[in-house]
């Protein structure tokens, strides 16, 4: 290992070392009448624990903890969680989780697995990455949130590289009890929360709950065409949960969730412009033509300059833009106690996902001579959406223990198959103007007074198959009172399957525009012809009239792959408050198929190994509190990351190594999928504690720090007379992983004033975080270096952002609780994200993240 790791580890060690030696008063133990809230239970090896029991890096937090925060989706989640990021290129609906560094991108399988009641969200996979995890409504009446970090496997639904995360709802409770929660704030954002919960007998109980949430956008639309704002809220949740105890040994618990969201989607801001026009992609070269769209969107940048566009001002040119979705499931779980030794599990489960949406993709539009224009426009399909998956999956458990209590075990079975409710198709317009899409009525824009016009719509039908099969087993032995060992193995067997139907309109103009005789304003003067998207050259003979009622077209490619992977590890408890482990994991996430990528349209599984060292730490007495620290070091081989070479476009030239190459033969297509590019390293520390010094105050910080760095990469060549080699956007060795700040720093402080219960309970909170800056995208970097843009929008600066909150709880003794809260007090503007545009349309987009929000919530409890 390097210097840098054994470092991180001799730290590791040290603080191993120095809470070993604790002193007495800080072993005894954490009881569920403590002041301190008794003990923290978790599901993180499926069975409950108290979580200083676990060998497990793990930040929890309840409903309550929740709430303070203001957590309704998954981006405000990770924005307080240390090792947690959040990749919302596409908006807080469709976002999906990075931890340590390992994120999903474009539509490779998740890196981080979320799932709710036991059981993995349902698949959803479209021309974009889609998040297959905490959509909306999913935060609502929680018993907790789980974040476990490192590979998981062995004892959950689906391999992953980077970690899960674990929704865990209320369960139905024998009480006759409920409560109706609504919520006011700024931007008009309005919710409402009710659950009602009913005991129908002793052992017949059942929950029911219902979220609704609208809120306008902070981005404001100054174009006048299409809504006012941007980044939106507005979802309907609902979620039905029965308890039966069948015998006093049997119980099925069955959990029913539908949510449904309806927003004018996301945008980005157009940051800064390639004035120079020549490419500049990673390999260093240039182009020797100046692409005159590159130059198109300086002319916005100057124009909203002009006209004091502020931070959080954006120009759509969408009429009717859209992220619409739809999710729903059904989860059974049965739980046979066979003995006082076994317990027989079954979960199962059925969900389908939907979404459809059309955005500009990028963001802002390009001012292109006096006209407002779009780059690329996305639209549902004429025949289906984007995306339209059902999920079925089927997990059987057997849990047993020796009679002595020395062996603990677990073995199951599991199987997920996923497949598309019906056909999913996207509509596609690049550098055009369409008033009727599906008819192809578009006109493309011109540049440089109408002498050079670029432009097509294409059509991808992209339809996807998952079947995953997996048996596993875990167990653990007391070797002595003290030291345990857990071992355990999972063997994994992936299939993924695309079919795809893809289609374009002819090559873009080069004098204007053309309308064909039956009148649609078509691309080339091509009227009803169309050529295959994966064509091979512009004059494949594929090019042919009436394409899309056949199936010329039609690609199919499957991928298939079947790992083990492991865990072993050695806990040692000194004490019933200490506990140290050493842990090895190996870590796996299948690989994929994109058959729209030509000539890279499947790429391999990605593995990694795992070391950890961690202490946990619980202490009671004049101070009590927990610490727990843990030292990681991740080998990652055959990382699945995106690769951009695009398309060239003929008449223009590169210089490649000081030759002057024209483009003789443009690709119909560029490249942009996903390759596994070779090896890294991620190595870091994580650290929680919390102290409650004196009665009423609760003190509680959360530390990271995560370093990343490409190893090796194995890039695939590029052919300078078909593809557009000077823009190409690749990770080189010595680059940082995306999404991963080195630090990251959570301070969460509560104090409880010191009242008479007649009063009620008033606690006032505070929590900050700072990120370090981190890399959304490597687009940006060569750009930069050679001074063509005035700053890299693809490295995200970092963040101070202070949420504060006060609570009363029982106001003057009533069932009824009230609070006030805001995020981003300081209303620090800052980006999450960036667009990834600089190589093709020599400008970058600033994903924006959300200004300071307030509000206050009002909570009426009724029942026993």
Not at 534 to 542: E, M
Not at 597 to 621: A, C, M
Request: with cysteine.
């Amino acid at each position: 290992m390097r210097k840098s790791t054994i470092r991180i580890f001799a730290l590791a060690a040290s603080a191993l070392t120095s809470l070993l030696a604790v002193p007495a008063f800080a072993q005894g133990a954490q009881g569920a009448d403590d002041k301190s809230g008794g003990d923290i239970i978790v599901t993180a090896r499926r069975i409950e624990e108290k979580l200083q029991d676990v060998p497990i890096s793990i930040s929890v937090y309840n409903q309550e903890q929740l709430a303070a925060r203001n957590v309704v989706n998954a981006t405000d989640l990770a924005a307080y969680t240390p090792s947690l990021t959040i990749n919302s290129r596409y908006g807080p609906d469709k976002s999906s989780f990075a931890i340590r560094g390992f994120s999903q991108d474009l539509n490779t399988l998740p890196s981080v697995g979320v799932y709710f009641a036991d059981v993995v969200a349902p698949r959803l996979s479209s021309n974009i990455t889609s998040g297959n995890g905490a959509g909306p409504g999913s935060m609502f009446d929680l018993q907790n949130v789980q974040v476990l970090k490192g590979p998981q496997g062995t004892l959950f639904g689906r391999n992953t590289t980077g970690g899960s995360i674990l929704l865990v709802p209320k369960r139905p409770t024998d009480r006759l009890e409920g409560y109706v929660e609504g919520t006011y704030g700024n931007y008009d954002a309005m919710r409402v929360q009710a659950v009602l919960n009913v005991p129908l007998s002793d052992t017949f109980k059942v929950r029911l709950g219902v979220d609704r949430y609208k809120r306008d956008g902070y981005l404001n639309n100054r174009s006048g065409i299409g809504p006012a704002d941007f980044n939106d809220v507005n979802y309907f949740a609902a979620r039905l949960s029965v308890l039966a105890d069948l015998t006093p040994d049997l119980e099925n618990y069955l959990v029913a969730t539908y949510a449904k969201s309806d927003t004018n989607g996301y945008t980005g801001k157009v940051a800064v412009c390639n004035r120079n026009g020549i490419g500049t992609g990673r390999d260093g070269n240039v182009s020797a033509t100046v692409t005159p769209f590159r130059l198109a969107y300086c002319g916005q940048i100057d124009f909203e300059a002009a006209n004091g566009y502020g931070f959080y001002d954006v120009v759509g040119t969408n009429p009717n833009p859209f992220i619409k979705s739809r999710t729903w499931q059904v989860i059974n779980t049965t739980t046979l106690k066979a003995s006082d030794t076994l317990t027989v599990k079954n979960i199962v489960s059925y969900g389908q996902a939907r979404e459809r949406y059309s955005f500009n993709l990028n963001g802002d539009a390009a001012l292109i001579n006096g006209t407002v224009t779009p780059f690329v426009t996305t639209y549902p399909g004429a025949i289906g959406p984007q995306g339209q998956q059902w999920s079925f999956t089927e997990e059987f458990q057997l849990q047993g223990r020796s009679g002595n209590d020395r062996f603990d075990w677990q073995a199951g079975f599991y199987f997920e198959k996923s497949s598309p409710i019906g056909p999913q198709e996207q509509h596609t317009a690049i550098f055009a103007n369409c008033t009727n899409v599906y008819a192809f009525q578009c006109t493309p824009f011109a540049i440089l007074g109408g002498s050079f016009a670029v432009g097509n719509v294409s059509v991808a039908r992209n339809d996807y198959f998952f079947n995953n099969t997996a048996v596993y087993a875990q167990g653990t032995y007391k070797l002595t009172d003290q030291l345990s060992l857990t071992a355990g193995g999972r063997w994994t067997w992936d299939k993924v399957r695309t079919t795809g139907d893809g289609y374009t309109t002819g090559n873009g103009l080069t004098n204007g525009t053309r309308v064909s005789p039956t009148g649609l304003t078509l691309f080339g003067g091509l009227a009803n012809q169309f050529r295959c998207s994966q064509a091979a050259t512009p004059t494949d003979p594929v090019v042919r009239a009436n394409l899309p009622t056949n199936k010329a077209c039609f690609r199919e490619y499957t991928q298939k792959s079947n790992k083990p992977t492991w865990t072993i590890d050695l806990e040692y408890k000194p004490t019933n408050d200490i506990m140290a482990y050493a842990k090895y994991s190996r870590g796996y996430r299948g690989g994929g198929v994109n058959q729209s990528s030509v000539g890279f349209e499947q790429w391999n599984p990605e593995r990694v190994d795992t070391y950890e060292l961690g202490v946990k730490t619980s202490f009671s007495g004049a101070v009590r509190g927990t610490f727990n620290v843990t030292g990681f070091y991740n080998n990652f081989q055959d990382q699945q990351v995106s690769v951009f070479i695009g398309a060239c476009t003929a008449g223009t030239s590169q210089v490649i190594n000081g030759a002057t190459i024209p483009c003789s033969s443009p690709a119909p297509v560029g490249i942009n999928g996903i390759q596994n590019v070779g090896k890294s390293r991620i190595q870091g520390i994580e650290a929680d504690l919390m102290l409650e010094p004196f009665d009423g105050f609760r003190l509680e910080v959360g530390y990271a720090y995560i370093d990343t760095k490409v190893l090796e990469t194995n890039v695939p060549g590029c052919d300078p007379i078909r593809f557009a080699c000077v823009d190409s956007v690749y990770l080189l060795p010595g680059d940082e992983l995306v999404f991963s700040p080195k630090n990251r720093l959570t301070v969460t402080g509560t104090y409880t004033l010191p009242l008479d219960e007649s009063i009620g309970k008033i606690s006032l909170g505070a929590t900050f975080v700072h990120t370090d800056q981190q890399y959304a995208s490597h687009a940006g970097d060569h750009a930069f270096s050679i001074g063509a843009i005035p700053y890299n929008v693809g490295l995200v600066p970092p963040t101070d952002l202070l949420t504060l909150n006060l609570s009363w709880a029982d106001v003057g003794g009533a069932p009824i609780d009230f609070a006030l809260f805001a995020t981003n007090v300081t209303n620090q503007k800052y980006r999450v994200s960036s667009g990834n545009g600089l190589s093709t349309l020599g400008a970058d987009f600033a994903i924006l993240g959300e200004p300071r929000m307030v509000g206050a919530r009002l909570k009426f409890r009724f029942g026993d």
